[in-house]
Every structure is written in structure tokens, then in C-alpha cells.
């Protein structure tokens, strides 16, 4: 019994201890994969409402660290009839297409000329993204989902979302605990492990345009430390309801090197964002299910200072703390499937790398989005999105099409988007953004006569995953 | 400072209390049933959603014969392709033997309230079948409390939702069952609804 005990915790240290190595040596969202449907031989409804929202299962298959497997088996065993491997047979890999065409309201101005209207308004993009992934079991304990993505507006092949994890269950009798999962992940985006889709990382919409305009103002958990952070936590799964986790993020700057080998260098030049040290990231949440409903009410933030320019962790940092809460429902029919999700996230930053107006600035950010499908194949998305926040002229500065004239970086509208699935992998959609404000007005916001519905965007997809 | 040593602490940390109290399976389930089953169907075989049926208290031979149903796909309705096709691929006898004994063992699901005048309806059925159609008690077959006996499922307590989905599948041959398909498509959509309202409140 102890032997086993003991085992079981050296391997879960050996584990962390290699996947912190994994992340150590490592850009888009991602989606359903079709690695798991081949590893469990379920079907994507089993763990998708319609990719890449998860059911109720598809969220207990992630916590339980992707590794249920109903293909045959690579085994072995040592002489203590101890597992040392259990791997599938065939690997559990999948691709995954984007295409798209994309329309902007007003076309930006010609870099070269300076002259509105030259510029091209309408971009077909084939395709827009190209992913490869390996999604599944790795042993009996550990999982991973990884997806490395070819984008070709920056021909570039990166590593995008990608979660390692290690998950077994437990139970405390004491606190009446009688059957948990608890586990670690090792990821590389702030909420990407989350298994809710209230939160940023697999929120709606799960695609966009890559070449809309963008607002001068996001929060840092709202993707900014996407595939430029590596974080460990651990999670616990409690009562068939609560989920608690407590993780740490480091900056992990992806393609560069230094001087003395080949590739970008990660030197005094550098301009990204890096986290000093090590940033707080928690999140809980309760989930309730009854009958074919799920409802979901969580908080999640973090604390993080950041160095913009350069290497080393000296000098002045730009400090944000961001403290969310977020609500999910589902009601999941045999033919009627309907979701809500909603989330605010409040943010407090404080510049001190660079300057700016105030002492410090606020920013919230507000998403609340609707969603209906009949039979997962013809439905509908509705999201009221919003961001506000103290005005800050020098944080918030001036500039063509990208800037703000009045310092504001209030952004808000809508997004929504009707989706047709000929195949649960397979999703054609067309999707309209509309803004009544951008970066701080909707007439004239850049002090150059562009208005907030100039980047009024249209945008039409093919998204499959095989 | 050293982000990478405090960050494997943490893990450390977290890891080493619960998996210090993992006491190993000390409950009666099977291992599979803890990590697998569960998640659709519930730890002791009562689920929360009617897409996934109730499996506590159901015979063994039942859940035996199920189960090899799914296995070799002679059960082919769209949910147990999507659900239990794969579920089920790698499953031994040996297995399916330990699983179906486990359930089989579990307290029935209490029922669930239903409209009255629907119950009362469904008892009707249930309990004298239709002469008028053709229909035969429901509990000569699947006992007088629709408790199940050996290969006639336990109806007592299912969900609703899915007690109706599998009349439907007899009738249209989607779940192949000859007898159950001849007392199927004898019912209309109404006597379904009610059959299935009464069993679900049982």
C-alpha cells in the first residue's frame, strides 16, 4: 500500500518536474479536436455543444487530464507490476483549416501614399490558419492537448495554445470529499486551462478576423499573455461541483535566442511584454447541473508587473491586478441547445515603465453573449461587448486609425454571428462586428475623421477540423 | 528570483497532500467506473441528464447484455454510436461481468414527480397494457415494479427523456429489439409520453 502511495507521488513529481522542463524549451485560438474523438471513439457531441463549447463531460475529460482511452494500448509493466507505459496504439493526432474572407466598413489608409480608400478593404485569407495537433493521452495520468499553428499572414509556424496536464482522483473522507480529481496543469495562456467558456481564452467569438482593427485597450487576462507565458498550477474538482485552482505564470517569450546562436535575440532590443518574476493566477467556481441544464457562477484574476523593453528583471514595471467574475448556462436538448456566458473583468494598472497621464488607470471590460443552435447544425451567436476605463491621454495617445483622439479607450458593440455545421467538424459561418464606440468616441475617434463603424467588420469562415 | 523553483514547489505542494490520501480505491467501485462511467453516468449509477441513462439497480445480465451490444455495434441507435460505441471497444468480458455486477448493486434512483394525470395514464399502460392496440402489459415482462428481471431492464426511476428516446428507437428499428419493436409502434407519441412519465416517477 505504501509502496504504491509513494510511487504514485514520486511519479506525479517526476511528472511536473518534465513538463516544467516541456514549457521551459516552448499563436490563435484553438478548437474541438478530432485527436480525442480518436482516442475515446466518442463523438464530438460527447464532449462538444457545438465546438469548441464543452458539455459538461467535455469539461470533466479535460479536468481528468485527457486521458480517457478506448483504443488499444502500448503497455508495460516493471517487475512490481507497476504501469511505466500506457500509450494509444495510434497517436490521437488531428488537423485543423481556417479560411476566410474578411470585409472592413471603411478600408484603413495606404501606408504609402496616405491616401484613404487605396488600401485593400476586402482580404480573402486561404487558408488563414493551418494546425496540427496532438490531443490526448500521453500515459494513464497525463495528457496533453497541443497545437502547433502555421499562420501565414506572418508565414510563421508557432506554437498556439497548449496545455500539459497531470489529473488523478483522490478522496478526503474528513471533509466529506469522497471523490475528487485533483491535477496540474502546465499551459501557456491565463485561462486557457479553464473548462468554462466564460473565460477569455475559449470564449466567444472562438475566431475572428486577424486583420480587423485593433482597440487601443485590453485587459491583461484578456489574452495578452497568450503563448508568451508558461504557467504550472494545480487544481482540485470537489463535490461534483467545486473547482479551485492556484497557478503561476512566467513570462516565456517564444522564437527568440541570444547572440551567439541563430534567431531573433532576446536582448535589449526585445520590445514585448514579460512578466517580472512570477504572477498569481486563481480561479474558482461552482457548477451546478439538474436535468439537461448546467449553470456556472466563478472569479478569476490575476496580479502581474511587466517589463516592456529589454531583458532582465531590473527596472521600472508596469503593474496590473485583475479581479473577474464570469456566469455560464447551458441547456443542452436532444435538439435545442441554448448557452449563455457573460464575464467582467476589472483591471487596475499602474504604468511606471512608461508614462503616462495618471498615477493609474482603470479599465473593465464587459462580455455578454447569447447563443442557440437546433439539431448542432444551424444556430446563432449574440455578444454585447464593452470596454471602458479612465481616460489617460499619454496611455491612450493619438494616432491614425489606431489611436485615440480624446484619450478614452472605450471600445464597445456587438458581435454576431450565424453559423451553419454540415458535419459536427465542420462549421461555415458569417459573422458581423459592429462598434458604437472605438477607442473613445463613434465619430472622428482618431482626431483623423475615422469613425467607430469604419471598422464595422464582416467576416465569413470555413473552420474544420479532421 | 527563482520563478521556476517556487512555481515547482507549488505543484509539489498541491500534489503531495491529496495524492498522500488517495488511499487507493477504497470504495467498491471499479476503477474504470470511478474514472469513466462516472462522468455520464454518475458514481453509483444515477445520473444527473437524461441523455445518459440511470444504470443503478439494473440486472447484471441486462447491463451484460448491453454492453456486448455495444461492443459488437448490434446496438446502433445514434447515442450509443456517439456515447458507448467507443466506450465499450476495449472492454473485456471479465470486465463487463465486474462493471454490471457493480451497478446492478447500486440503490435504485428515487423517481421523479410527473403530471398526474399522466402518471395515472402511463400506470394504465403499464400495468394492463391496450387491448384495443394490441399492446401488452408493460409488467409482465419488466415486473410488477418495474424492477427488471435478468434481460428485461429495470424501468423503474429511468429518466423520462430517455425512456422515451429508446420507445422511439424500437419503433423505428434504430435500436433493433423485435419484441420491443412490436410494442413500439404500437403506441402513439401521447401513450409514450405517459408510459414514460409514470415509470419515471416510480
Known amino acids: ?466 | 528570483m527563482n520563478a521556476h523553483a517556487s512555481a515547482l514547489a507549488i505543484a509539489c505542494l498541491l500534489l503531495a497532500a491529496p495524492a498522500a490520501a488517495a488511499a487507493e480505491a477504497t470504495g467498491a467501485a471499479p476503477d474504470l467506473v470511478q474514472r469513466e462511467c462516472s462522468t455520464c453516468h454518475g458514481l453509483h449509477g444515477i445520473s444527473t441528464a437524461p441523455t445518459f441513462p440511470n444504470l443503478a439497480a439494473q440486472p447484471a445480465a441486462y447491463l451484460e447484455a448491453q454492453l456486448k451490444a455495444f461492443r459488437d455495434h448490434s446496438r446502433a441507435d445514434p447515442h450509443a454510436q456517439a456515447f458507448m460505441w467507443g466506450m465499450a471497444a476495449q472492454l473485456t468480458d471479465a470486465k463487463i461481468k465486474e462493471i454490471a455486477e457493480y451497478f446492478s448493486k447500486q440503490p435504485p434512483a428515487p423517481g421523479t414527480s410527473a403530471d398526474p394525470a399522466e402518471v395515472a395514464a402511463g400506470r394504465q399502460i403499464f400495468e394492463n397494457g391496450i387491448d384495443a392496440q394490441g399492446v401488452p402489459a408493460c409488467m409482465a415482462c419488466h415486473g410488477d415494479k418495474a424492477q427488471g428481471n435478468e434481460v428485461f431492464p429495470r424501468l423503474a426511476g429511468q429518466h423520462r427523456g430517455y425512456i422515451e428516446k429508446q420507445l422511439e428507437a424500437f419503433a423505428s428499428n434504430l435500436r433493433e429489439n423485435e419484441i420491443m419493436h412490436q410494442n413500439a409502434t404500437k403506441l402513439t407519441a401521447r401513450q409514450i409520453s405517459d408510459v414514460a412519465a409514470f415509470l419515471s416517477s416510480m
Open chain 1, 1 to 466: 500500500m505504501d509502496s504504491i502511495l509513494s510511487w504514485r507521488a514520486a511519479k506525479a513529481v517526476a511528472v511536473a518536474l518534465a513538463t516544467l522542463a516541456a514549457a521551459l524549451a516552448a499563436s490563435s485560438p484553438a478548437s474541438a479536436t478530432p485527436g480525442f474523438a480518436r482516442q475515446t471513439g466518442l463523438a464530438c457531441e460527447a464532449c462538444h455543444t457545438v465546438f469548441p463549447e464543452l458539455t459538461p463531460f467535455g469539461r470533466l475529460f479535460k479536468l481528468n487530464g485527457y486521458v480517457f482511452s478506448n483504443v488499444k494500448q502500448l503497455q508495460d509493466i516493471n517487475e512490481k507490476d507497476q504501469s511505466t507505459l500506457a500509450m494509444n496504439e495510434i497517436a490521437p493526432i488531428g488537423l485543423q483549416l481556417q479560411a476566410s474572407f474578411t470585409s472592413i466598413g471603411h478600408s484603413v489608409p495606404d501606408n504609402g501614399t496616405g491616401v484613404n480608400d487605396l488600401a485593400q478593404k476586402n482580404s480573402v485569407e486561404f487558408p488563414q490558419a493551418l494546425s496540427l495537433f496532438y490531443t490526448g493521452k500521453i500515459s494513464d495520468n497525463l495528457g496533453a492537448f497541443l497545437q502547433v499553428t502555421w499562420n501565414p499572414t506572418s508565414n510563421s509556424i508557432g506554437i498556439d495554445n497548449s496545455d500539459l496536464r497531470f489529473a488523478d482522483h483522490a478522496s478526503v473522507p474528513a471533509i466529506g470529499a469522497s471523490d475528487f480529481i485533483y491535477g496540474v496543469t502546465l499551459n501557456n495562456n491565463p485561462t486557457s486551462q479553464d473548462v468554462w467558456n466564460s473565460s477569455p481564452a475559449w470564449t466567444y467569438p472562438y475566431i475572428l478576423s486577424n486583420i480587423m482593427v485593433s482597440r487601443i485597450a485590453s485587459a491583461l487576462i484578456d489574452g495578452q499573455l497568450a503563448q508568451s507565458s508558461a504557467g504550472l498550477g494545480g487544481y482540485v474538482w470537489a463535490y461534483n461541483h467545486l473547482y479551485l485552482e492556484f497557478s503561476g505564470y512566467h513570462s516565456a517569450v517564444t522564437g527568440f535566442s541570444n547572440h551567439y546562436t541563430s534567431g531573433p535575440e532576446l536582448d535589449s532590443t526585445y520590445s514585448g511584454t514579460r512578466i517580472d518574476g512570477l504572477a498569481p493566477y486563481w480561479r474558482a467556481a461552482w457548477e451546478q447541473d439538474w436535468s439537461r441544464n448546467s449553470l456556472m457562477f466563478g472569479t478569476y484574476g490575476m496580479q502581474a508587473n511587466t517589463h516592456t523593453q529589454g531583458i532582465g528583471f531590473q527596472g521600472p514595471t508596469n503593474s496590473f491586478t485583475d479581479v473577474a467574475i464570469d456566469s455560464q448556462y447551458q441547456y443542452i436538448g436532444d435538439n435545442n441547445i441554448l448557452s449563455a456566458y457573460a464575464t467582467w473583468i476589472h483591471e487596475d494598472r499602474t504604468f511606471n515603465a512608461v508614462t503616462t497621464s495618471n498615477p493609474s488607470n482603470t479599465l473593465n471590460t464587459v462580455r455578454v453573449t447569447g447563443s442557440y443552435f437546433y439539431d448542432r447544425k444551424i444556430g446563432g451567436s449574440l455578444q454585447y461587448f464593452s470596454t471602458t476605463g479612465s481616460s489617460d491621454a499619454l496611455l491612450y495617445g493619438a494616432g491614425t486609425v489606431t489611436g485615440s483622439a480624446n484619450g478614452s479607450p472605450d471600445t464597445q458593440g456587438i458581435i454576431a454571428e450565424l453559423d451553419y455545421l454540415p458535419w459536427l467538424n465542420t462549421k461555415l459561418g458569417v459573422q458581423y462586428t459592429a462598434y458604437t464606440k472605438f477607442n473613445g468616441a463613434s465619430t472622428n475617434y482618431d482626431g483623423s475623421g475615422r469613425n467607430a463603424s469604419d471598422n464595422n467588420t464582416l467576416y465569413v469562415f470555413v473552420w474544420t477540423a479532421f
